[in-house]
């Protein structure tokens, strides 16, 4: 059986993505999303494997989301969908970072999605980071 988790609101990604980071990751930094235009829900199209996602606002802003744009070419990307059946297409986004030492950036990103309609919980994939320093990403969510 599948157990499937549900945040009551969108600042309920950033307990999910702690808990779905690897066992040898801590999670030190959580980040979630909310478009200037102030909506927190977006359609998203990701690559699981590669943790790269893009989301777009009905304000018309589309984004790669930390540094996606690198291998977007070479993603394979699908839609976000709520699988649980509510026909939601909109999901708010959140993130998870794990900390280099001496605060030379981040190495891996957890990425965790919303359902905006119902609050499914969906691991978006895991996004690795081999180069220093990465701070940057923290605020490229
Ligand atoms: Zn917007
Ligand atoms: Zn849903």
Redesign the pocket.
Known sequence: MIRVSYGTWYEDLRAFVRAQAPDDRKIDETRTVT???G?NAFWVAYDQGRGAARRV?????DHLMLDSADDWPGARPEWWECAEGCGCHTANVGAGFSPLPANRGVDLAVLGLRCAACGSLTHAGNRRIDYEPSTFLLDRL
């Open positions: 478009c200037w235009c909506s606002c009905a304000c018309g802003i």
